[in-house]
């Protein structure tokens, strides 16, 4: 008997269901926040920055699904590479042999970090950091890890043991022997380093939770400080590496920088195949596997599959090929210069920030008497509110995705695709200048909409 199975007619019969089925199978709160504030909208396509619903309208993406759409949706490059690994039948995953796909991403990737010598693939930004952090504890035989406060590096045990969020952490522990350091505190590092029992230290170079760049010269003298404590430094790039603030990795903004582990994911996907990455030094890796007897002591199923090598060499070949990395830096200052200029013209716009096409646009506490009123009241009912304010207007009438950039905080995140250009900057600029515009008229759909967000806030005490 031969399986017939059609996808396509599967979609075509049962994809309108999407919503119903997600509440009923999977996060049922999801669809339920997606109804709440209007974003349970129905894509029917997408390439390159921009989605399409069925009436043919587009939609400007400026989220690229947490950083994971680096080049885009369904870059051809990275498409054909998986139709040829897929046609290619290879011997994968044997277990016991060397396919050459590994070892020649491991080599690209490296080549963009010379300092480092090998590598691990997993396969997600979470066990990519779950990785460093067991290398860091067996090589230097010490257990506690110190993360910044704000951090974010993953949501499994391990990971979540570096969270500085403290409503992801609630109701997970015991966790890891960890303690939080104010991010850019070289004096409060020192003191837990003179413990005696510290591995090392994870940290963002841009924590993705409000945008926030490590202060010049930290990281050079917490490696310093690090190092003279027989500690190590991780540089978590999950979400800024692969080009997204301008250079390859956001630690090298600052010179002189070299960690000892270093965290990709996301963005090396293609966004096609999950994939993660660790790369280390040759003693650290060493030091992990010790002997033949060890040669498995850390491993992952599905690590270093075909698909996800094929698909990651094919980002790295897109991203030198076609000059990303340079075009995230010109077109992430174009945006953020175009943004900041409105600071002086909009009292709610508080702060522009980031590095490349990693921008945090911050709100803040008005001068003028009416809007402080109606800040106030947001602010009473539950912080973070106006930022959701920005948001939904940008969907509903301009078709452009973003996302506040953590819970309570009245920040939003622009990660949009690496590939994004001029048109796609004038495009968010006059739709965010129109938004504000209205916000500061102190009236009208967008006030009406926070008054339903108070009472929902309110409701949800």
């Given at each position: 008997?031969?399986?017939?199975?059609?996808?396509?007619?599967?979609?075509?019969?049962?994809?309108?269901?999407?919503?119903?089925?997600?509440?009923?199978?999977?996060?049922?709160?999801?669809?339920?926040?997606?109804?709440?504030?209007?974003?349970?909208?129905?894509?029917?396509?997408?390439?390159?920055?921009?989605?399409?619903?069925?009436?043919?309208?587009?939609?400007?993406?400026?989220?690229?699904?947490?950083?994971?759409?680096?080049?885009?949706?369904?870059?051809?490059?990275?498409?054909?590479?998986?139709?040829?690994?897929?046609?290619?039948?290879?011997?994968?995953?044997?277990?016991?042999?060397?396919?050459?796909?590994?070892?020649?991403?491991?080599?690209?990737?490296?080549?963009?970090?010379?300092?480092?010598?090998?590598?691990?693939?997993?396969?997600?930004?979470?066990?990519?950091?779950?990785?460093?952090?067991?290398?860091?504890?067996?090589?230097?035989?010490?257990?506690?890890?110190?993360?910044?406060?704000?951090?974010?590096?993953?949501?499994?045990?391990?990971?979540?043991?570096?969270?500085?969020?403290?409503?992801?952490?609630d109701g997970f522990a015991p966790l890891l022997p960890d303690t939080a350091v104010p991010?850019?505190?070289?004096?409060?590092?020192?003191?837990?380093?003179?413990?005696?029992?510290?591995?090392?230290?994870?940290?963002?170079?841009?924590?993705?939770?409000?945008?926030?760049?490590?202060?010049?010269?930290?990281?050079?003298?917490?490696?310093?400080?690090?190092?003279?404590?027989?500690?190590?430094?991780?540089?978590?790039?999950?979400?800024?590496?692969?080009?997204?603030?301008?250079?390859?990795?956001?630690?090298?903004?600052?010179?002189?920088?070299?960690?000892?582990?270093?965290?990709?994911?996301?963005?090396?996907?293609?966004?096609?195949?999950?994939?993660?990455?660790?790369?280390?030094?040759?003693?650290?890796?060493?030091?992990?596997?010790?002997?033949?007897?060890?040669?498995?002591?850390?491993?992952?199923?599905?690590?270093?599959?075909?698909?996800?090598?094929a698909a990651g060499l094919a980002v790295l070949a897109v991203l030198e090929d076609e000059q990303i990395v340079a075009n995230a830096r010109v077109t992430g200052?174009?945006?953020?210069?175009?943004?900041?200029?409105?600071?002086?013209?909009?009292?709610?716009?508080?702060?522009?920030?980031?590095?490349?096409?990693?921008?945090?646009?911050?709100?803040?506490?008005?001068?003028?008497?009416?809007?402080?009123?109606?800040?106030?009241?947001?602010?009473?009912?539950?912080?973070?509110?106006?930022?959701?304010?920005?948001?939904?207007?940008?969907?509903?009438?301009?078709?452009?995705?973003?996302?506040?950039?953590?819970?309570?905080?009245?920040?939003?995140?622009?990660?949009?695709?690496?590939?994004?250009?001029?048109?796609?900057?004038?495009?968010?600029?006059?739709?965010?200048?129109?938004?504000?515009?209205?916000?500061?008229?102190?009236?009208?759909?967008?006030?009406?909409?926070?008054?339903?967000?108070?009472?929902?806030?309110?409701?949800?005490?």
């Amino acid at each position: 008997m031969t399986t017939e199975f059609d996808l396509g007619a599967l979609l075509a019969e049962r994809g309108a269901e999407r919503y119903e089925l997600h509440g009923k199978y999977l996060n049922h709160q999801l669809p339920r926040m997606l109804h709440t504030i209007g974003f349970d909208k129905v894509y029917e396509r997408a390439e390159g920055a921009y989605f399409w619903d069925a009436d043919g309208a587009d939609y400007l993406d400026m989220l690229a699904g947490f950083g994971v759409m680096g080049l885009g949706r369904h870059h051809p490059v990275v498409r054909k590479a998986l139709h040829d690994v897929l046609d290619a039948q290879l011997a994968d995953l044997t277990r016991f042999d060397c396919q050459p796909l590994p070892g020649l991403l491991a080599e690209k990737l490296l080549a963009h970090s010379p300092h480092l010598d090998r590598v691990f693939f997993g396969n997600s930004g979470t066990e990519a950091v779950e990785t460093a952090l067991k290398f860091a504890r067996r090589a230097t035989g010490r257990p506690r890890v110190l993360y910044c406060d704000h951090a974010f590096h993953g949501l499994t045990t391990g990971a979540l043991s570096v969270n500085g969020e403290d409503g992801f952490r609630d109701g997970f522990a015991p966790l890891l022997p960890d303690t939080a350091v104010p991010l850019g505190d070289l004096d409060a590092l020192a003191r837990e380093l003179k413990k005696g029992d510290v591995a090392a230290l994870i940290v963002e170079p841009i924590q993705g939770k409000g945008v926030h760049e490590a202060p010049p010269g930290y990281l050079r003298a917490a490696q310093e400080l690090l190092h003279k404590h027989k500690a190590l430094l991780i540089a978590d790039e999950v979400q800024t590496g692969l080009g997204r603030t301008g250079d390859f990795y956001a630690y090298q903004h600052e010179d002189g920088v070299e960690p000892d582990l270093v965290c990709v994911a996301k963005a090396l996907s293609g966004g096609y195949v999950p994939v993660g990455a660790t790369l280390g030094k040759d003693w650290i890796f060493k030091k992990v596997y010790s002997s033949m007897d060890r040669v498995l002591v850390h491993s992952a199923s599905f690590g270093a599959n075909a698909q996800a090598m094929a698909a990651g060499l094919a980002v790295l070949a897109v991203l030198e090929d076609e000059q990303i990395v340079a075009n995230a830096r010109v077109t992430g200052d174009l945006l953020r210069s175009r943004l900041a200029a409105l600071t002086d013209k909009y009292e709610l716009l508080a702060d522009v920030r980031g590095r490349g096409l990693m921008i945090g646009i911050e709100f803040g506490r008005p001068s003028s008497l009416k809007l402080r009123s109606r800040w106030t009241m947001l602010q009473a009912a539950r912080k973070g509110l106006f930022a959701q304010m920005v948001v939904v207007p940008l969907l509903q009438r301009h078709r452009i995705l973003t996302q506040v950039s953590g819970d309570h905080l009245e920040v939003i995140k622009l990660i949009p695709p690496l590939i994004v250009g001029e048109r796609e900057v004038e495009r968010f600029v006059d739709a965010f200048t129109e938004v504000m515009d209205d916000a500061h008229s102190g009236g009208g759909l967008m006030w009406d909409f926070g008054r339903t967000l108070v009472k929902q806030a309110v409701a949800n005490r």
